[in-house]
C-alpha cells in the first residue's frame, strides 16, 4: 500500500483494570470504506476515541497521512481532516438544526458561502424542514442525521461512524446506506455497526475486533460464513 | 385488562404529538409499535409512564386510573419502562444497578432475583463489578433491561431494547422475553425498528403516525397490511412470508 | 415582522432611549438621582462583563469583582503618583485585562473542570480582599499612594481631559461618560455575540466536547471570553473610582462577587438587557428598602419588608422557585405566546 491514510501500529489501552485495546495494528488506504463489527465491549468506541484525540493511547501510535497524531489534541486533530459521529449522538441541542450546521461549515468557510453550504447539508441529510426547529426536540434517529451533517459540513478525509442506523427506520437506513456511498466518492469512512444488511449495503471489507484486538479482516461474505464469528458475535444472522 | 388507553393527547409544552390513542393490552400479551422517526412512539412510552403529562384522556393499569400518577407509583404498581438510550448509574457497579432495581425486595429475595436474571443475561456476570459508566453502549443497554427485569414488572414498555446490542445477544433477549412471557404472564409492549425482532415478540402490532394509531393487526395480517409496505423492506422473514 | 427585523426594531429603540436618557436627563433630574443613576449605570456595566462570560459562554466566574476592584484600585494609585488621568485611565484597564488573561490562561489551558472555576475565581478575589485590607499602615504604599488597607483610598481625583489636568470631569459630565460607556459596551457586546466568534462562545456552552471534535479550541475561545470580561469589568471599576473619588477593599469582598452573579440570574442569563434590569431593579430595591426608617411600633411586618437582605434573600428564592429564566427571557416567553395566540386567532377564521 501506498502510505495510509490511517495507520495504528501496536495501539493499545489500559484503563479501569481493562485492556480495552490491545496491540491493534490496522491500515486504511486513501478513500476505503472499512466496516468494523465486534461483540460489545470488545474494544471499538473506544478504538475510535483514541483516533479523534478523545482518549491517549496508553502505548503505540496513530498515524494519519504518516504523521503521529497519538498526542495531538482533539481539535488539532479534527482540523486536520478527521471526523466523528458518536455512539451517542453529540449535537447542540439548544440551538436549531440549521445553527448546528452554521458552527461546522463556518470552521471552513466564512461569509455567504456558508449559508450556501448550510442550505446544501440540509438538502443532503433530508432535514430542510425541520431546520429552525430545536434540535433537542426532534427525534433520536433524526438527531443522528444531524450530527452527520455537522461532521460532514468541515469536509473530513477520513469519517468515522459509531452505529450510524441505531434507532432509524429500515427506509431510513436504506438512505444512510445510500448517503455513505456517496460520501466514499470522496472520503475514506470507518463505519462501527451491529446490522449486518446495512453492511453489505456498503462494505466489501470488514474487520472484527474482539476483546480489545483485531480477529480477523475479510470479505463480508466470508466473514457472515465463519463459523466463529457466529459463535461470538452474528448468532442466527449468519448466513449458513 | 392489564392496559387500557382511552383518547389519549400529550406533548411537550405548547406541540401536541399524540392525538386520541386509544388501545387495549391484555395480561401476557406482547405488543409492537411501529412507525417512523418523529411520529410518536417514544412519546408514547413517556406517556405511559408519565414522564409526560397526558393533555386528556385517560390511562387505566392493573385496574388503577394512573393518569394522573407520578411515575415512581407507576413503577411501584409494576409498570417497567426502559427507556432509549442507556439509562443506568454510571457510578454504581453493575451488581448495584441491579440492586437499584430490585427496589422493595427484602434483602434475601433480592440476591435471589439477580441470580436468576444474570442466568438469562450471562453476558453480565464477568462485569458485576464494574463500574456501570465503564461499560460499552451495547454493555449499559443490556444492564437498563436486566436492571428492569429486576423489579419483577408486571408490564414492561421497551424502546429500542436491541439498540447498540451485538446481535447474537439479541437472540439471547428476544429467547429471554419470550420465556418470561410464557413463565410469568409478563406483558410487553416494543418500540422496535427492527422487524424481524417486532415479528419474533408480538402478536399484535400498532402502527403509529403523526400522533395517531393508523393500524393495529394480528402478526399473521403483516404481509398485507399495506401501511406497514415502507417498513417492510428490512425484514427477511416478512420477505420469505410473501414469496412462499 | 420577522425575527431579524424585530431584532433590528429593538436595536434601534434601545439606541434611542439610550441618547435621549443621557442626553437629557443631567438637565430634568436633581443632582442626588443623576449621581445614584451613575453608579447604576457603572455596575450595570460590571453585570453585562458577567453577562459575557457566563451568560453567553458558560463561565460562571464568581471573581468578576476582582477585575473591578483591580480597575478602581490600579486607577487610584496611578492617580496619585502621576497627578493627570490619561495615563491612570488606560493602566485602570490594562491591568485587569493582563491579570484575566493570566489567569484564565492558567484555567483553562490547564482545563480545570467548570465547577473548579468557580471556586477559584471566588478564591482570587478573596485573597485581594485579604491582602488590601491589610495593607493599612504608612508602610504600605505605591509610590505616592498609600494602599489604606480597610480605610481604602479616599480623595481619588477624577477624570480630566486627556492630557490637561484643569479641566475636570464634573458630575454631569460623569454622567454622560457612564452612559455612552454603557451604551457602547452593550452594542459591542451585541455585535461580538452576533459575529462567528460569539455564535462559537454560545456553541461551545452548549456542547464544548462537539465544539472540539469541530476543530474549535474551547481553551482559547474561553480565555478570550474571560479577559474580555475582565476588561469590561476592569473599565467599570475606573468609572466607579471616578465616581465615589474612593475605593475600599469590600470591593473585592464576596457579598459583592456575590451580587454580580444575582444581578445576572434575577436578570435573566443569555441576554444583555436582563443582567442590566437585574443589576439596576436590585440596587434600587436595596436602596429603597435599606432607606425606609426603623419602624417605632411593634410592626413586625415593616421590620421584616424594612430588612434589606432578609428581602433580597425572599426576592432571589421567588425568582429562582418562580422565573428560574430570569426576568427578560420570561417576559420575553409570555410575550411570544401572547403573539401566537393572536396569530393563531386570525388563522382559525372561517374561510
Same mark, same amino acid.
Given at each position: 500500500?501506498?502510505?495510509?491514510?490511517?495507520?495504528?501500529?501496536?495501539?493499545?489501552?489500559?484503563?479501569?483494570?481493562?485492556?480495552?485495546?490491545?496491540?491493534?495494528?490496522?491500515?486504511?488506504?486513501?478513500?476505503?470504506?472499512?466496516?468494523?463489527?465486534?461483540?460489545?465491549? +470488545?474494544?471499538?468506541?473506544?478504538?475510535?476515541?483514541?483516533?479523534?484525540?478523545?482518549?491517549?493511547?496508553?502505548?503505540?501510535?496513530?498515524?494519519?497521512?504518516?504523521?503521529?497524531?497519538?498526542?495531538?489534541?482533539?481539535?488539532?486533530?479534527?482540523? *486536520?481532516?478527521?471526523?466523528?459521529? &458518536?455512539?451517542?449522538?453529540?449535537?447542540?441541542?439548544?440551538?436549531?438544526?440549521?445553527?448546528?450546521?452554521?458552527?461546522?461549515?463556518?470552521?471552513?468557510?466564512?461569509?455567504?458561502?456558508?449559508?450556501?453550504?448550510?442550505?446544501?447539508? $440540509?438538502?443532503?441529510?433530508?432535514?430542510?424542514?425541520?431546520?429552525?426547529?430545536?434540535?433537542?426536540?426532534?427525534?433520536?434517529?433524526?438527531?443522528?442525521?444531524?450530527?452527520?451533517?455537522?461532521?460532514?459540513?468541515?469536509?473530513?478525509? $477520513?469519517?468515522?461512524?459509531?452505529?450510524?442506523?441505531?434507532?432509524?427506520?429500515?427506509?431510513?437506513?436504506?438512505?444512510?446506506?445510500?448517503? !455513505?456511498?456517496?460520501?466514499?466518492?470522496?472520503?475514506?469512512?470507518?463505519?462501527?455497526?451491529?446490522?449486518?444488511?446495512?453492511?453489505?449495503?456498503?462494505?466489501?471489507?470488514?474487520?472484527?475486533?474482539?476483546?480489545?484486538? =483485531?480477529?480477523?479482516?475479510?470479505?463480508?461474505?466470508?466473514?457472515?460464513?465463519?463459523?466463529?464469528?457466529?459463535?461470538?458475535?452474528?448468532?442466527?444472522?449468519?448466513?449458513? | 385488562?392489564?392496559?387500557?388507553?382511552?383518547?389519549?393527547?400529550?406533548?411537550?409544552?405548547?406541540?401536541?404529538?399524540?392525538?386520541?390513542?386509544?388501545?387495549?393490552?391484555?395480561?401476557?400479551?406482547?405488543?409492537?409499535?411501529?412507525?417512523?422517526?418523529?411520529?410518536?412512539?417514544?412519546?408514547?412510552?413517556?406517556?405511559?409512564?408519565?414522564?409526560?403529562?397526558?393533555?386528556?384522556?385517560?390511562?387505566?393499569?392493573?385496574? &388503577?386510573?394512573?393518569? @394522573?400518577?407520578?411515575?415512581?407509583?407507576?413503577?411501584?404498581?409494576?409498570?417497567?419502562?426502559?427507556?432509549?438510550?442507556?439509562?443506568?448509574?454510571?457510578?454504581?457497579?453493575?451488581? %448495584?444497578?441491579?440492586?437499584?432495581?430490585?427496589?422493595?425486595?427484602?434483602?434475601?429475595?433480592?440476591? %435471589?432475583?439477580? @441470580?436468576?436474571?444474570?442466568?438469562?443475561?450471562?453476558?453480565?456476570?464477568?462485569?458485576?463489578?464494574?463500574?456501570?459508566?465503564?461499560?460499552?453502549?451495547?454493555?449499559?443497554?443490556?444492564?437498563?433491561?436486566?436492571?428492569?427485569?429486576?423489579?419483577?414488572?408486571?408490564?414492561? *414498555?421497551?424502546?429500542?431494547?436491541?439498540?447498540?446490542?451485538? #446481535?447474537?445477544?439479541?437472540?439471547?433477549?428476544?429467547?429471554?422475553?419470550?420465556?418470561?412471557?410464557?413463565?410469568?404472564? *409478563?406483558?410487553?409492549?416494543?418500540?422496535?425498528?427492527?422487524?424481524?425482532?417486532?415479528?419474533?415478540?408480538?402478536?399484535?402490532?400498532?402502527?403509529?403516525?403523526?400522533?395517531?394509531?393508523?393500524? %393495529?393487526?394480528?402478526?399473521?395480517?403483516?404481509?398485507?397490511?399495506?401501511?406497514?409496505?415502507?417498513?417492510?423492506?428490512?425484514?427477511?422473514?416478512?420477505?420469505? /412470508?410473501?414469496?412462499? | 415582522?420577522?425575527?431579524?427585523?424585530?431584532?433590528?426594531?429593538?436595536?434601534?429603540?434601545?439606541?434611542?432611549?439610550?441618547?435621549?436618557?443621557?442626553?437629557?436627563?443631567?438637565?430634568?433630574?436633581?443632582?442626588?438621582?443623576?449621581?445614584?443613576?451613575?453608579?447604576?449605570?457603572?455596575?450595570?456595566?460590571? @453585570?453585562?462583563?458577567?453577562?459575557?462570560?457566563?451568560?453567553?459562554?458558560?463561565?460562571?466566574?464568581?471573581?468578576?469583582?476582582?477585575?473591578?476592584?483591580?480597575?478602581?484600585?490600579?486607577?487610584?494609585?496611578?492617580?496619585?503618583?502621576?497627578?493627570?488621568?490619561?495615563?491612570?485611565?488606560?493602566?485602570?484597564?490594562? *491591568?485587569?485585562? /493582563?491579570?484575566?488573561?493570566?489567569?484564565?490562561?492558567?484555567?483553562?489551558?490547564?482545563? !480545570?473542570?467548570?465547577?473548579?472555576?468557580?471556586? =477559584?475565581?471566588?478564591?482570587?478575589?478573596?485573597?485581594?480582599?485579604?491582602?488590601?485590607?491589610?495593607?493599612?499602615?504608612?508602610?504600605?504604599?505605591?509610590?505616592?499612594?498609600?494602599?489604606?488597607?480597610?480605610?481604602?483610598?479616599? /480623595?481619588?481625583? #477624577?477624570?480630566?481631559?486627556?492630557?490637561?489636568?484643569?479641566?475636570?470631569?464634573?458630575?454631569?459630565?460623569?454622567?454622560?461618560?457612564?452612559?455612552?460607556?454603557?451604551?457602547?459596551?452593550?452594542?459591542?457586546?451585541?455585535?461580538?455575540? +452576533?459575529?462567528?466568534?460569539?455564535?462559537?462562545?454560545?456553541?461551545?456552552?452548549?456542547?464544548?466536547?462537539?465544539?472540539?471534535?469541530?476543530?474549535?479550541?474551547?481553551?482559547?475561545?474561553?480565555?478570550?471570553?474571560?479577559?474580555?470580561?475582565?476588561?469590561?469589568?476592569?473599565?467599570?471599576?475606573?468609572?466607579?473610582?471616578?465616581?465615589?473619588?474612593?475605593?475600599?477593599?469590600?470591593?473585592?469582598?464576596?457579598?459583592?462577587?456575590?451580587? !454580580?452573579? !444575582?444581578?445576572?440570574?434575577?436578570?435573566?442569563?443569555?441576554?444583555?438587557?436582563?443582567?442590566?434590569?437585574?443589576?439596576?431593579?436590585?440596587?434600587?430595591?436595596?436602596?429603597?428598602?435599606?432607606?425606609?426608617?426603623?419602624?417605632?411600633?411593634?410592626?413586625?411586618? +415593616?421590620?421584616?419588608?424594612?430588612?434589606?437582605?432578609?428581602?433580597? /434573600?425572599?426576592?432571589?428564592?421567588?425568582?429562582?422557585?418562580?422565573?428560574?429564566?430570569?426576568?427578560?427571557?420570561?417576559?420575553?416567553?409570555?410575550?411570544?405566546?401572547?403573539?401566537?395566540?393572536?396569530?393563531?386567532?386570525?388563522? &382559525?377564521?372561517?374561510?
Amino acid at each position: 500500500m501506498a502510505t495510509p491514510l490511517l495507520q495504528t501500529v501496536d495501539l493499545g489501552m489500559h484503563f479501569g483494570g481493562v485492556m480495552a485495546v490491545r496491540n491493534v495494528n490496522f491500515a486504511l488506504a486513501e478513500g476505503e470504506l472499512r466496516c468494523l463489527i465486534g461483540p460489545n465491549g +470488545a474494544g471499538k468506541s473506544t478504538f475510535f476515541k483514541m483516533l479523534t484525540g478523545q482518549l491517549k493511547p496508553t502505548h503505540g501510535h496513530v498515524l494519519f497521512r504518516g504523521h503521529d497524531i497519538s498526542s495531538a489534541n482533539q481539535h488539532h486533530i479534527a482540523r *486536520l481532516g478527521i471526523g466523528i459521529k &458518536c455512539q451517542v449522538p453529540s449535537v447542540f441541542d439548544g440551538l436549531s438544526v440549521r445553527e448546528n450546521i452554521w458552527l461546522s461549515a463556518s470552521r471552513i468557510s466564512s461569509g455567504k458561502r456558508v449559508m450556501r453550504l448550510v442550505d446544501e447539508m $440540509l438538502e443532503r441529510v433530508t432535514l430542510t424542514n425541520v431546520a429552525d426547529s430545536l434540535v433537542g426536540q426532534l427525534a433520536h434517529g433524526q438527531r443522528q442525521w444531524v450530527e452527520l451533517g455537522i461532521v460532514l459540513s468541515t469536509d473530513p478525509k $477520513l469519517v468515522l461512524l459509531d452505529e450510524p442506523t441505531a434507532g432509524m427506520t429500515h427506509e431510513e437506513v436504506e438512505k444512510t446506506a445510500q448517503l !455513505i456511498r456517496e460520501i466514499n466518492q470522496t472520503k475514506a469512512l470507518i463505519v462501527v455497526e451491529h446490522d449486518m444488511q446495512f453492511i453489505r449495503m456498503i462494505a466489501n471489507q470488514v474487520t472484527v475486533f474482539s476483546q480489545g484486538a =483485531i480477529l480477523m479482516e475479510d470479505g463480508v461474505e466470508n466473514i457472515m460464513r465463519n463459523p466463529l464469528i457466529r459463535d461470538i458475535y452474528l448468532g442466527k444472522q449468519a448466513v449458513a | 385488562m392489564m392496559l387500557d388507553v382511552q383518547g389519549l393527547c400529550a406533548g411537550y409544552g405548547r406541540i401536541p404529538i399524540l392525538d386520541e390513542v386509544s388501545f387495549e393490552v391484555n395480561e401476557g400479551e406482547f405488543i409492537g409499535i411501529l412507525g417512523h422517526n418523529g411520529m410518536g412512539k417514544t412519546t408514547l412510552l413517556r406517556a405511559l409512564m408519565g414522564f409526560l403529562p397526558a393533555a386528556s384522556g385517560r390511562i387505566q393499569f392493573a385496574g &388503577c386510573d394512573v393518569t @394522573a400518577l407520578a411515575p415512581y407509583r407507576r413503577a411501584r404498581l409494576g409498570l417497567g419502562y426502559v427507556p432509549q438510550g442507556r439509562e443506568i448509574f454510571p457510578g454504581l457497579t453493575v451488581y %448495584e444497578n441491579l440492586r437499584m432495581g430490585c427496589s422493595k425486595q427484602p434483602g434475601s429475595a433480592e440476591n %435471589e432475583t439477580i @441470580a436468576t436474571l444474570l442466568e438469562e443475561f450471562p453476558r453480565l456476570k464477568p462485569l458485576l463489578d464494574r463500574v456501570g459508566g465503564s461499560l460499552s453502549g451495547g454493555e449499559q443497554r443490556l444492564l437498563a433491561i436486566a436492571r428492569c427485569l429486576c423489579g419483577k414488572p408486571r408490564l414492561v *414498555l421497551l424502546d429500542e431494547p436491541t439498540e447498540s446490542i451485538q #446481535p447474537s445477544i439479541v437472540d439471547d433477549v428476544v429467547e429471554t422475553l419470550q420465556r418470561m412471557r410464557d413463565a410469568s404472564g *409478563l406483558t410487553l409492549i416494543l418500540v422496535e425498528q427492527n422487524l424481524d425482532i417486532v415479528a419474533a415478540l408480538s402478536q399484535r402490532i400498532l402502527v403509529i403516525r403523526k400522533g395517531k394509531i393508523m393500524q %393495529e393487526f394480528q402478526l399473521d395480517g403483516l404481509h398485507d397490511a399495506s401501511l406497514v409496505g415502507e417498513f417492510i423492506g428490512g425484514s427477511t422473514l416478512i420477505k420469505r /412470508g410473501n414469496d412462499e | 415582522m420577522n425575527g431579524r427585523a424585530l431584532n433590528l426594531l429593538g436595536l434601534a429603540v434601545v439606541g434611542v432611549t439610550g441618547l435621549v436618557f443621557m442626553l437629557l436627563t443631567p438637565h430634568l433630574a436633581e443632582l442626588d438621582t443623576v449621581v445614584n443613576l451613575t453608579v447604576y449605570m457603572i455596575t450595570a456595566i460590571l @453585570a453585562l462583563s458577567l453577562a459575557l462570560i457566563w451568560g453567553y459562554g458558560g463561565i460562571l466566574s464568581f471573581g468578576q469583582s476582582a477585575f473591578f476592584g483591580l480597575g478602581a484600585y490600579t486607577y487610584a494609585i496611578a492617580m496619585f503618583n502621576f497627578g493627570e488621568s490619561t495615563i491612570p485611565f488606560l493602566l485602570a484597564i490594562i *491591568l485587569p485585562t /493582563g491579570f484575566a488573561a493570566l489567569l484564565g490562561y492558567f484555567m483553562f489551558y490547564g482545563r !480545570i473542570s467548570d465547577l473548579y472555576i468557580g471556586v =477559584i475565581t471566588l478564591t482570587v478575589t478573596l485573597i485581594l480582599f485579604n491582602s488590601v485590607n491589610s495593607t493599612a499602615g504608612p508602610e504600605f504604599h505605591i509610590g505616592a499612594a498609600r494602599l489604606g488597607g480597610f480605610n481604602g483610598i479616599p /480623595g481619588i481625583a #477624577p477624570l480630566n481631559l486627556p492630557f490637561d489636568s484643569t479641566r475636570v470631569i464634573d458630575l454631569q459630565g460623569m454622567f454622560r461618560l457612564s452612559a455612552a460607556v454603557l451604551l457602547s459596551t452593550y452594542f459591542g457586546l451585541r455585535l461580538l455575540l +452576533a459575529s462567528r466568534f460569539g455564535r462559537i462562545i454560545v456553541g461551545m456552552r452548549e456542547n464544548e466536547r462537539r465544539a472540539e471534535l469541530l476543530g474549535y479550541d474551547p481553551r482559547a475561545y474561553k480565555l478570550a471570553t474571560f479577559t474580555i470580561g475582565g476588561a469590561l469589568a476592569g473599565l467599570a471599576g475606573c468609572l466607579f473610582a471616578n465616581w465615589g473619588n474612593f475605593v475600599s477593599p469590600t470591593i473585592f469582598g464576596i457579598a459583592q462577587s456575590a451580587q !454580580i452573579v !444575582i444581578w445576572v440570574l434575577v436578570g435573566g442569563r443569555g441576554t444583555l438587557i436582563g443582567p442590566i434590569v437585574g443589576c439596576v431593579g436590585i440596587q434600587w430595591l436595596s436602596a429603597t428598602l435599606g432607606s425606609s426608617e426603623p419602624s417605632s411600633s411593634a410592626d413586625v411586618w +415593616a421590620k421584616v419588608v424594612g430588612n434589606a437582605p432578609l428581602t433580597l /434573600g425572599a426576592v432571589l428564592i421567588a425568582f429562582v422557585l418562580l422565573v428560574p429564566k430570569g426576568l427578560i427571557p420570561t417576559l420575553a416567553d409570555i410575550v411570544a405566546s401572547v403573539l401566537r395566540r393572536v396569530r393563531n386567532q386570525r388563522g &382559525c377564521e372561517p374561510q
